[in-house]
């Protein structure tokens, strides 16, 4: 039966979720049932690509993602793909009228990384970062307001601010792989051969501006997706709160993490802020 491999298809996505990001798991854990596998099937999508252009080594970079993407285009019209993560995800876009000019912004950003190593504008750097990050926002918005489209568009702008947020700590957090193993400088005119306090207080600025806009959007959505959302909202604000807590030099030459036991902490705060109506 099609629904046996369609759940299969979801739970591979869910998987995916799981081993690959366990404070991502563990806030989508936290969304309403209703709307967990769509979130589980845009995660598995963008994870995929991603890992396709940072952690395929010695393969063909470019050959897989265009073959991703065009094996994706073959699921939206066929209805099925025998890939269970792009199956899981044609469904969810179908479901929730993703417009398709999300996904092609999406893969334009991860095919960007195959060939532009430094961001030396604004300009590009927000190009990159809306491709890259927003639009997964706007993805999962899409899924959060069930198609009413008025709320969509209400939460559209707080939503991207949230994914710019997300993505700019993972920029900061990685500063030693992006720098020293993929070649990457995201921040434009920042040298992260010489790191400094200054560069890093006004990145940390410009994330912290990004999250104050992104929390008025949290507060307004719908009840299904709000304790998910502000689970991962705070998870990251604690993530940032370390960054800046460690000296520069440090930043360059180790990933910064949560423990386990700090994030059990934080889904308690969260849970008390989520029933106390603080949030």
């Known amino acids: 039966m099609k629904k046996i491999f ?17 404070s ?14 769509a979130i589980y099937s845009i995660y598995g999508f ?9 952690s395929f080594h010695g393969y063909d970079k ?19 793909s025998l890939n269970p993560i792009l199956n899981s995800f044609q469904q969810t876009v179908k479901q929730y009228n993703i417009a398709d000019d999300l996904v092609q912004a999406f893969l334009k950003s991860m095919k960007l990384d195959l060939v532009k190593l430094n961001y030396d504008n604004k300009e590009d750097y927000n190009e990159y970062i809306y491709g890259s990050a927003d639009v997964v ?30 993505q700019k700590v993972n920029f900061l957090r990685d500063l030693k792989d992006d720098n020293l193993i993929l070649n990457r ?6 040298d992260l051969n010489s790191f400094d306090e200054n560069a890093k207080k006004a990145i940390i600025e410009e994330i912290e501006e990004d999250f104050r806009v992104a929390y008025q959007g949290i507060v307004k959505l719908p009840m299904e997706a709000k304790f998910g959302v502000y689970t991962a909202y705070v998870y990251y604000k604690k993530l ?17 993490r949560v423990s386990n036991y700090s994030k059990i902490g934080l889904l308690a705060q969260s849970f008390v802020s989520y029933k106390l109506r603080l949030v």
């Open 137 to 166: 926002g706007l993805m999962c918005l899409k899924v959060f307001v069930k198609g009413d489209q008025e709320k969509y568009e209400a939460l559209k702008m707080e939503a991207m601010r949230l994914g710019s947020a997300f």
């Open 62 to 80: 470019e050959g897989l993602i265009n073959d991703f993407e065009k094996e994706y285009y073959k699921a939206c019209e066929a209805g099925i």
């Open 6 to 22: 369609d759940d299969i298809s979801f739970k591979c996505s869910k998987l995916v979720t799981k081993n690959y990001s366990t």
């Open 46 to 54: 963008v994870r995929f690509a991603d890992e396709i252009v940072d």
């Open 24 to 37: 991502f798991s563990l806030a989508v854990y936290m969304l309403s049932p209703s709307i967990r596998d």
């Open 240 to 256: 940032l709160h370390k960054l800046e807590n460690t000296p520069s030099n440090e930043i360059g030459n180790t990933r910064i």
């Open 185 to 190: 400088n995201y921040f434009p005119g920042v």
